[in-house]
């Protein structure tokens, strides 16, 4: 039985009014919504239950497709995914389905239910969304599975993987490099965008049925051929990006300066009493980053970013927030050095203004530094949230090829070029950086993983 | 072309609108009244007073239960009916009726019908009406229809008089020689022949009939607790539904009456009246006057200004000069029967591409309601087949955008698109 649940006793306004919400959707044939979840949440039916009053019935439409239902309902970009093309959005405004979905998971916890992924008896069949097209895949020869298979990394992929290949009948072990499951979501997701209780306690319950081994870093000590020697027949790679992305300019070595991860995983920054900062970056880990200065107390917080409003990564509305939340933007600007005082602290950044160049490999515009047009600003700090990179060197020892943008190439099926290997989530490519993409890959992994050793079995026979 | 006169005879009595609060939780006590008064409500029919209730107060709690439509109960948001039962009044008859006195000589511009209910019993039924007449109200409503079990054996007393055409005679008969008001008759529409029993009101010497009482209902089921709705110490029964749910019900009841040609009362309409359109409708399908009670309780008495201009409104758009023109203007177009329709039109629906916003219900709602006729295309587009369009409306029902389908005679359709 799997561990119980603590739910906030406040209810913000927008689930308040979940049911008038629910009826509001359209109903509408060949709904888009459910093209727009890389989970494969069946968006229309869940919201059709709900409007009904079928709050139990929608949680368990919710959870049969992503263990990870409750988390998503809180931090889901959905916007951008199932509420992007929903018709309703043409009559004035979209279904709010992201706080629709914590709705419906919430009440189903405060109800004493737990996870439906995990209380199902048997495991659903699968619906993957592949490129808008809804895909379903109904396991076989589940009676006859059998064998050990090597988790590594314990973020939404990982635990997902793990969690549908148990219940094909396989024995999973988890490697964890950190003593903290959980991955990405439990080393900067602020708290005031997703509970850390809520977080917690819903880690708690997926990773109740799996056996896990916590740090134990993937690569030098715990390789490959470690793990065939343990005797796991396949191995899918849910490590992440974790290495912080720093450009190379003049004062990187001075106190105050520091990185997304640093300011929001770690406390001692907060009793610095820093009164202004900079934030090098504009992505989502950025607004993290600024609103969490700001609520710490920090009085100015710049936000430097080089290119325009149009080649902005973060959502809409993370990026609302922040403005509202008092954030100062600067665009079109790119940190050049920075300034130390005697006692090698921080005293200020220098920018110099960028223009527009040519296209770049990835189809955004380039921007160049402008020849003698420079600002400074005067900071106490210098946090750098650059996005994050692939730590090549551990996947490229186990002979796994990694492309030149530092992703890790696999075919459809997830399969990377070492046989047995898979690989998923923030490793695999652009684009990934969410949830429920990451739930989407540790899915099709695991169908994937599955498919593989039912094969390998038959040529064994 | 000066404002429409709202003003309407009823009973021998000017009211300045056709709107009245209905006998019912709105016209419990003077205080309520006096505030919808107030408000521009052009009279009451008071909550029915009988003599059982100077028994204590042992109502039912919780009494009230939402009939939600397209969801269960609880959750629905849109509450298309209120299901009521054993709402009584809770202080004596004394004082009731002193309070109702009070009311009346304070607005004496103001309709002001007292209701009454009784067993079949004519001490009690000329008892009440000599207290309601002492009282100073200018007519009097029989409640012959209440669907709560009233009496007290439990048996049905209004309820079961209403059943009966020689009770309903009877019991008119018994009132009229107790009183100089004109007498309303509350009905029911859980009878065989409604005309009939409006007949034996008149019959007896009424002034005019109330059309429609709640209709009884069982409000639903809890499925968390398997007990229905609405719940008391894990029991229920059969309540009062009323609200918009009950509104083509009333309208058929009121068309039987105002049908009827040796009926000749006046008639007051009751039953699911949400907004101007809905009380403009009653209107003109023959009532005078038009009663209220479940959207107030929903949404208060400031319903009356919707009412009010609504109506007014309207007169003026179709040039009607007073409420007296509009009394049953409609009548005629009404047949007795779908069998003599014509079968000569026949309409073709169009989707006006500009208006549609692609959600494809017209489409699932064809293709599994009615007769295939509209593609659905993968850019969300969608297209009437002409030769499969039949015209029958179900498109233009599920269509979230006003005027998005529109219908035209099938005819000149394909003329013009040849």
């Known amino acids: ?461 | 072309m000066s404002r429409p006169d709202l003003k309407v005879s009823f009973c021998g009595f000017q009211c300045e609108n056709p709107f009245l609060l209905a006998a019912s939780p709105v016209s419990r006590f003077g205080e309520m009244i006096e505030r919808a008064f107030r408000m521009g409500w052009a009279g009451a029919v008071t909550k029915s007073v009988s003599l059982a209730q100077d028994l204590p107060d042992h109502s039912l709690s919780p009494r009230f239960a939402g009939i939600g439509l397209g969801g269960s109960g609880l959750t629905a948001p849109y509450k298309g009916g209120l299901a009521n039962i054993d709402f009584r009044i809770d202080q004596s008859v004394e004082k009731t009726m002193a309070d109702y006195a009070l009311l009346k000589s304070r607005y004496p511009d103001k309709f002001l019908a007292i209701s009454l209910k009784a067993e079949f019993d004519q001490k009690q039924w000329q008892h009440l009406a000599g207290l309601a007449t002492a009282a100073g109200a200018d007519a009097i409503e029989l409640c012959l229809s209440c669907p709560d079990p009233c009496g007290e054996g439990g048996s049905c007393a209004g309820g079961s008089i209403g059943q009966n055409p020689q009770s309903v005679k009877e019991v008119v008969t018994w009132v009229q020689s107790a009183t100089y008001l004109p007498v309303m008759v509350k009905l029911s529409a859980h009878v065989a022949n409604l005309a009939a029993i409006g007949l034996a009101a008149q019959e007896g010497g009424a002034a005019a009939l109330t059309a429609i009482n709640t209709l009884k209902s069982i409000s639903g089921i809890d499925l968390a607790t398997l007990s229905p709705f609405p719940t008391i110490e894990g029991m229920s029964a059969a309540a009062g539904l009323s609200g918009a749910a009950i509104k083509p019900i009333a309208q058929f009841c009121l068309d039987e009456l105002a049908g009827e040609p040796s009926l000749q009362l006046q008639l007051s309409a009751a039953g699911g009246v949400t907004c101007a359109q809905d009380a403009i409708e009653f209107l003109l399908l023959g009532a005078r006057t038009v009663q209220v009670t479940t959207q107030i309780m929903l949404e208060g008495y400031g319903l009356i200004e919707d009412l009010r201009d609504g109506l007014a409104a309207f007169m003026e758009k179709h040039r009607f000069r007073t409420v007296e023109e509009l009394v049953g203007a409609i009548r005629p177009k009404l047949a007795r029967s779908s069998k003599e329709l014509s079968r000569r039109q026949q309409l073709i629906a169009q989707i006006d591409a500009d208006l549609c916003i692609g959600c494809g219900r017209c489409y699932l709602a064809c293709r599994d309601g009615a007769y295939q006729a509209i593609e659905f295309h993968p850019d969300r587009t969608v297209r009437v087949d002409s030769e499969k369009c039949a015209g029958c409306g179900l498109c233009r029902i599920t269509c979230p955008v006003p005027a998005a389908i529109r219908f035209t005679a099938k005819e000149e359709h394909t003329e013009g698109s040849a």
């Open chain 1, 1 to 461: 039985m799997p561990p119980t649940v603590s739910m906030p006793n406040s209810m913000p306004p927008r689930l308040k009014g979940a049911y008038w919400e629910a009826a509001r959707c359209l109903r509408c044939c060949d709904p888009p919504c459910n093209q727009g979840c890389p989970a494969g949440i069946d968006v229309a039916r869940f919201i059709r239950q709900l409007s009904k009053g079928d709050v139990s019935g929608a949680a368990d439409t919710i959870e049969r497709d992503n263990p990870f239902g409750l988390i998503c309902g809180w931090i889901c970009p959905s916007e951008v995914l199932c509420q992007k093309d929903c018709t309703a959005r043409k009559l004035g405004r979209a279904i709010d389905i992201r706080s629709l979905q914590r709705f419906a998971i919430e009440e189903n916890r405060r109800a004493g239910s737990s996870n439906r992924f995990l209380t199902r008896p048997q495991l659903a069949e699968q619906r993957i969304v592949v490129e808008g097209q809804v895909k379903r895949e109904a396991p076989t020869n589940v009676a006859a599975s059998s064998g050990l298979v090597a988790v590594i990394g314990s973020g939404p992929a990982g635990l997902t993987c793990g969690l549908i290949l148990v219940r094909l009948g396989y024995r999973v072990e988890l490697w964890e490099k950190t003593d903290t499951i959980g991955g990405r979501l439990s080393h900067g997701i602020p708290s005031f965008r997703l509970d850390s209780a809520v977080l917690r306690s819903e880690l708690e319950i997926l990773a109740s049925p799996l056996i896990i081994h916590r740090s134990r870093a993937f690569g030098m000590e715990l390789g490959l051929d470690d793990l065939r020697r343990q005797g796991c027949q396949a191995v899918f790679l849910a490590t992440g990006k974790w290495r912080e992305n720093i450009p190379e300019i003049p004062g990187n070595q001075l106190i105050g300066v520091s990185t997304a991860d640093q300011i929001l995983t770690q406390e001692d920054w907060k009793s610095a009493g820093v009164k202004s900062a900079a934030v090098v970056g504009a992505g989502n880990a950025a607004m993290d980053v600024a609103r969490s200065l700001l609520a710490e107390g920090v009085e100015m917080v710049h936000v430097l970013y080089r290119r325009t409003p149009k080649e902005l990564t973060s959502w809409d509305e993370e990026r609302e927030e922040a403005w509202q939340a008092g954030v100062i933007f600067h665009l079109l600007c790119l940190p050049v050095a920075l300034e130390g005082d005697s006692a090698g602290r921080v005293r200020s950044i220098v920018c110099a203004r960028t223009a527009p160049g040519p296209l770049d490999s990835s189809g955004r515009r380039s921007f160049r530094a402008v020849e003698g047009y420079s600002f400074e600003l005067p900071v106490e700090m210098v946090v750098y949230a650059l996005g994050y990179g692939t730590d090549c060197a551990s996947l490229e020892s186990q002979g796994i090829w990694v492309d030149e943008e530092g992703f890790v190439r696999v075919n459809e099926d997830l399969a990377t070029n070492v046989d047995g290997v898979f690989a998923g989530g923030d490793l695999i490519g652009k684009g990934r950086g969410t949830v429920v993409q990451a739930v989407a890959d540790g899915k099709r992994a695991a169908l994937s993983i599955h498919q593989y050793l039912s094969r390998e079995r038959r040529q064994g026979e």
